[in-house]
């Protein structure tokens, strides 16, 4: 669930957010809307996605993210889930490290510790 503050905030659209299916762009005109389809036109600086740490240290808001040794993002929100007895954490990188698999490096207080992309939402019970 995105909060704003963290996942969106006033620099950040609910297409960067990964909320364009509740944004009806194309309907009937509102404040915003040229923005909204300029950037759907040219593409987006960055992309939330879902991650899984290796290990058991928790990443927090504000913690940088790298990929292949480049600073990719930042994490917007971070903690242990117990149902899935791992750290998990999102995050706003570039869109090319965005695909679910792509190795990533959080940066926990000085130390880059492995993780994982991972496709959203990270739960879905059995129906």
Known sequence: MPLYGQEIDDATTPLDAGLDFAVAIEKPAFIG???LLAQKKSGFQKKLTG???AGRRISRHGMDVYAGGVKSGVVTSGTFSPSLDASIGMAHVRPEHAAPGVALEIDVRGKREP??????PFYKRAR
């Not at 993780?115 to 959203?120: D, F, G, K, R, S």
């Open 33 to 35: 809307q040229p923005a």
């Open 51 to 53: 991650f899984r740490m």
């Open 115 to 120: 993780a994982t992309t991972v496709p959203l």
